[in-house]
């Protein structure tokens, strides 16, 4: 497996395992597909403001996952505050990809001031609650009812780490 950069080749890839994880499931609460437009601005507003947007790939250059941060939330008294984003094709997990992603932006965020990187999780997604709790995030707290989606109210379990 090798993490780099994005490129824009990878976009497409990307779409393909995210779209469906935001169609199918409270994982996102989002009800919104992503589109290549719209997921190159994210990209390019994440690299202009000195933040990591970085891919897994197989050995055959196959894209198996992403890791992404920004800012935890606007203004400046949270420069050092970061939250982020992985997601992983159904055929990557389980095989130490979301680790090394992980890993990746932590560190890329430590050596730009972060202090603190925040996991915003689905409370129905006990998987990604202990992948960040192996990864030595803690429960920071509960926001129940925060997001709406199937027709159904979802709790957001708030997760951080010390960077």
């Given at each position: 497996?090798?993490?780099?950069?994005?490129r824009?080749?990878?976009?497409?890839?990307?779409?393909?395992f995210?779209?469906?994880?935001?169609?199918?499931?409270?994982?996102t609460?989002?009800s919104?597909?992503?589109?290549?437009?719209?997921?190159?601005?994210?990209?390019?507003?994440r690299?202009a403001?000195?933040?990591?947007?970085?891919?897994?790939?197989a050995?055959d250059?196959?894209?198996?996952?992403?890791?992404?941060?920004?800012?935890?939330?606007?203004?400046n008294?949270?420069?050092?505050a970061?939250?982020?984003?992985?997601i992983?094709?159904?055929?990557a997990?389980?095989?130490?990809?979301?680790?090394?992603?992980m890993?990746?932006?932590?560190?890329?965020?430590?050596?730009r001031?972060?202090?603190?990187?925040?996991?915003?999780?689905?409370?129905?997604n006990?998987?990604?609650?202990?992948?960040?709790?192996?990864?030595?995030?803690?429960?920071?707290?509960l926001?129940?009812?925060?997001?709406?989606?199937?027709?159904?109210?979802l709790?957001?379990v708030?997760?951080q780490k010390?960077?």
């Amino acid at each position: 497996m090798t993490i780099r950069p994005v490129r824009d080749a990878d976009l497409g890839a990307i779409l393909g395992f995210w779209n469906p994880l935001i169609r199918e499931t409270t994982i996102t609460f989002s009800s919104e597909e992503k589109t290549l437009s719209g997921l190159s601005a994210m990209i390019a507003a994440r690299h202009a403001a000195g933040r990591a947007f970085l891919i897994g790939a197989a050995d055959d250059g196959r894209v198996l996952g992403f890791a992404s941060y920004d800012q935890f939330r606007a203004g400046n008294g949270y420069v050092h505050a970061m939250e982020h984003t992985v997601i992983l094709a159904p055929e990557a997990h389980g095989r130490g990809l979301g680790r090394a992603l992980m890993t990746a932006i932590e560190e890329h965020a430590r050596m730009r001031g972060g202090h603190s990187m925040v996991a915003g999780v689905s409370g129905e997604n006990a998987a990604g609650i202990a992948f960040h709790r192996a990864l030595g995030y803690a429960h920071v707290g509960l926001l129940p009812q925060s997001g709406r989606k199937f027709g159904r109210w979802l709790d957001l379990v708030l997760m951080q780490k010390m960077l």
